[in-house]
């Protein structure tokens, strides 16, 4: 396959800002503000290609990504979903404003990679979560491979499922 040839995406990631943006190098930053997560706890979903990869390799020290499930895309999308101007986003104005029926056939979409959350109308391209509930049961300061939360994390649905 040639280089100009593009891949579609086949899957979707969940990204989660766990560290804010406090002491920041520059490239870093500008990667956050980029994936829509500029601030602590938020979250967004991102196709899977080598272009968001690359993205996520650099913010590594900041992040934690995991496959996205429809399950967990719909909750998050009933729970945590925003209007640009911060209210919250309703099934009925998903129907009005976009091609979908519902959540679940959205986090289908989602799930999927056929659909982007910067592609919505009326929608924030962006999930603001809270503090999970009991706490962080591992560092956050260390990649999930020396015992963290960062990076490539096969645990953070359920850590984001506390933070619903």
């Known amino acids: 396959m040639s280089n100009t040839e593009t ?6 990631l969940l990204v989660v800002n766990l560290r804010g943006l406090v002491n920041t190098r520059a490239p870093v930053r500008t990667t956050l503000e980029q994936l829509s997560i500029a601030r602590r706890f938020n979250a967004t979903i ?12 650099l913010s590594k020290e900041h992040v934690a990504w ?6 967990l895309a719909e909750k998050i999308l009933k729970t945590r ?21 519902s959540f679940a056939d959205l986090a289908k979409g989602l799930e999927s990679g056929k659909v ?3 592609n919505l109308y009326g929608m924030r391209p962006f999930f603001r979560l809270g503090p999970p509930r009991g706490g962080f049961r591992r560092s956050s300061r260390r990649q999930f491979s020396a015992g963290g939360l960062l990076g490539q994390n096969e645990e953070l649905s359920k850590l984001v499922e506390r933070m619903l």
Do not use: H
């Open 7 to 12: 891949e579609g995406a086949t899957s979707s």
């Open 46 to 57: 991102v196709p899977d290609d080598k272009v968001y990869r690359g993205m996520l390799r």
């Open 66 to 71: 995991c496959k996205l499930t429809s399950s």
């Open 81 to 101: 979903s925003e209007k640009s101007t911060g209210r919250k986003f309703s099934e009925a104005e998903l129907k009005e404003n976009n091609d979908y029926q």
């Open 116 to 118: 982007k959350l910067t």
